[in-house]
């Protein structure tokens, strides 16, 4: 393994779910539901299957019904600030969030550029930049006892930007913290990209998991357009993240860049999906609508799990996670505790402290998925208050 990588290991998603299974613990550690995504949708990657499309290589940007429905489904949710991609130039579908993210570094930074990003941040954007060349100039998000959750520090922020930096990798709503970036926030981000001259890569798989506040799509700012890669993906939204169907929206030009690098990263993504999640993106609003009720029910009900047990839990207005605080329980070590949780009460978390380069700021977080049926979360905090007790 080249030294580009030596420092990553295997991903924590994969080393806590072995851990699930060998323990037979809950697993509320790596984030996907128990539940698989709509029936229809399923029904309709099977008539793809069997009808034939998609079974060959198709488009390298995406089939043309997909792109359509990704250019309608921005339009529809976000058409009144502003977005309306082209399907034709402005869509990419990519192999999940996943490719599109390491793509877009690929074709957009140099060696030696600095990428900041978000701290806590998502494990693949480091292996990604450093794959890329790039380094990594983290920014800590930090606890704030107003809202109850994590806010991003805008001085320190402005402070990291450099005559080096490239880019800004932003992800709202915030995997682990399950913070979601208010308009402020987002508003300074903005700004900072204008007036430093960056181009901003932006992480949205969680765009329609808001349980409280709203999601404002960086790209919608003033003068974001031009200089944002936007990315998303089906995963969440339609609880099928086994399928692996993202998307990058941007200019025809960032859009391009990223095709580039993509192109001999997988080629194509899978086809007959692509076809089933076009349908998807046009389900009725309510489906939308109840997938987020079902998410905010199961939130709050682990939540109080929590809070019962004893651990300090922070607000998450979005996202499949929610962040507690160890330190009420006698505990220091996110790690430590990880590792001995299933043993102790039969229950898998992931220790957040992996998601940062401060790893003393992140040690007394442990992050806890809530996309899991309302029994098992019940099943789950009665075990974790039996631990405590
Ligand atoms: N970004 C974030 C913030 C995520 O939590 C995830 C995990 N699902 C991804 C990207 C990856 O998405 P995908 O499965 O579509 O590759
Ligand atoms: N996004 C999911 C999480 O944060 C896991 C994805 C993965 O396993 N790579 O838990």
Request: one cysteine or more; charged letters at 20%.
């Amino acid at each position: 393994l080249n030294r580009r990588l030596a420092e990553f290991g295997t991903t924590i998603f994969a080393e806590m779910s072995a851990l699930a299974v060998r323990t037979g613990a809950i697993n509320l550690g790596q984030g996907f539901p128990d539940t698989d995504g709509p029936e229809e949708v399923r029904e309709a990657a099977v008539r793809a299957l069997r009808d034939g499309r998609g079974n060959q290589y198709p488009p390298g940007p995406g089939v043309p019904e997909l792109r359509t429905a990704i250019a309608a489904h921005q339009r529809r949710w976000y058409g009144q600030l502003g977005l309306d991609p082209d399907p034709e130039t402005e869509v990419l579908v990519t192999a999940g969030a996943t490719e599109a993210i390491t793509a877009a570094l690929l074709a957009l930074v140099e060696p030696g550029d600095e990428v900041i990003a978000l701290e806590p941040y998502y494990d693949s954007y480091a292996a990604a930049i450093a794959m890329a060349g790039g380094t990594r100039v983290p920014v800590t998000l930090r606890p704030d006892a107003a809202s109850g959750t994590f806010r991003l520090d805008l001085d320190e922020l402005r402070d990291a930007v450099t005559d080096r930096t490239r880019l800004i990798l932003l992800n709202t709503p915030h995997n682990p913290t399950g913070t979601v970036l208010s308009r402020e926030e987002l508003t300074a981000v903005a700004e900072l990209c204008v007036e430093r001259g960056l181009l901003a890569v932006t992480d949205e798989v969680y765009e329609h998991l808001v349980y409280e506040g709203e999601h404002l799509p960086l790209a919608s700012f003033p003068g974001m357009r031009e200089r944002t890669v936007t990315i998303s993906s089906s995963g969440k939204t339609f609880s099928f993240t086994g399928w692996k169907v993202g998307w990058v929206t941007a200019t025809p030009e960032l859009v391009g860049a990223v095709r580039s690098a993509k192109q001999f990263m997988t080629y194509v993504s899978a086809g007959p999906f692509q076809y089933a999640v076009a349908e998807a993106l046009a389900l009725p609003d309510s489906y939308y609508t109840g997938l987020r009720e079902d998410l905010r029910a199961q939130r709050d009900l682990l939540s109080r799990g929590l809070a019962e047990a004893g651990f300090g839990v922070f607000q998450a207005p979005g996202t499949y996670f929610v962040t507690t605080d160890i330190r009420p329980l006698g505990e220091t070590s996110g790690i430590d505790f990880c590792l001995a949780l299933p043993e102790r009460c039969g229950v898998v978390a992931v220790p957040t402290q992996v998601f940062y380069d401060h790893q003393e700021a992140g040690a007394p977080f442990v992050r806890f998925a809530f996309c899991k049926r309302p029994q098992v979360l019940a099943d789950a905090a009665v075990r974790l208050k039996g631990a405590a007790a």
